[in-house]
């Protein structure tokens, strides 16, 4: 399992695409959180969430997960994936943990990176800056949302391999679908998972309509297990050649 879960981690730091959208996901977050430091005036209370909320990669490793099991199919590489994993099951394991894995990295490095630019702009302007506490828990918890959304996002790519219907389906339930569940019925929408859970995990938005940081974890862990589930028994019975 271990040599499988290198080779999974060695495909996604490996590939453009990989670079390419954790690029644009630290350029995003580190424009953000400038921005806010640099043109708002945040309070002591707001300044945590005003500024160094910015993190994108969540959203990011989550088409990143996609593209990254769709690919197999799209590229006809899953032939030779299997090959050397005749097992699926933990072929799909070893995927889900490295795209867990490259989201919670990446957060990471993301949560340095707006740690430093936020800190400086607030003290040069003289606003209130938060504790080292306050931002360590904040980036925890931001990394724990990425490597869930990357776990889910191979859920999602095992469930449906075609590509362009994955990834649309996504931003159609992240764009339309919660935000109006949310708004309509929010005793539905805090269980959507690509925006209400993850604002409960971070700790963002109305109280009354998001779980707290540990059941919203719970029911993350719910989505990915389902997804897997569903997934792995489609990848059992695929057609290789097809």
């Known amino acids: 399992m271990r040599a499988l879960l290198a080779a999974e981690l060695i495909k996604v730091r490996t590939t453009r695409t990989f670079f390419a959208l954790a690029g644009v996901a630290i350029v995003t977050s580190l424009l953000l959180a400038g921005l806010v430091a640099s043109l708002t005036e945040p309070t002591e209370d707001s300044v945590l969430t005003d500024v160094f909320a910015s993190d994108t990669s969540s959203i990011f490793i989550l088409i990143l997960a996609i593209v990254g099991i769709t690919g197999e199919w799209r590229h006809r590489t899953i032939t030779s994936s299997l090959l050397a994993a005749p097992d699926r099951i933990r072929f799909l394991i070893a995927k889900t943990v490295a795209f867990a894995v490259a989201g919670a990295a990446l957060s990471i490095a993301i949560a340095v990176a707006i740690a430093v630019l936020g800190l400086t702009i607030l003290s040069a302007r003289g606003l209130p800056t938060p504790g080292a506490g306050d931002l360590l828990e904040l980036a925890a918890r ?85 997804l897997f589930a569903a997934g792995a028994a489609l990848l059992r019975r695929r057609d290789l050649n097809s």
């Open 142 to 226: 931001n990394a724990a949302v990425a490597a869930l959304l990357g776990a889910f996002g191979v859920g999602v790519g095992a469930l449906v391999r075609n590509q362009p219907v994955a990834i649309v389906g996504v931003f159609v339930l992240a764009l339309i679908v919660e935000p109006l569940l949310i708004g309509l019925a929010p005793s539905v929408g805090r269980f959507g998972p690509i925006i209400a859970l993850p604002n409960g995990i971070v700790g963002v938005g109305d109280e009354e309509d998001f779980f707290a940081a540990v059941p919203a974890v719970l029911l993350m862990l719910a989505w990915i297990g389902v």
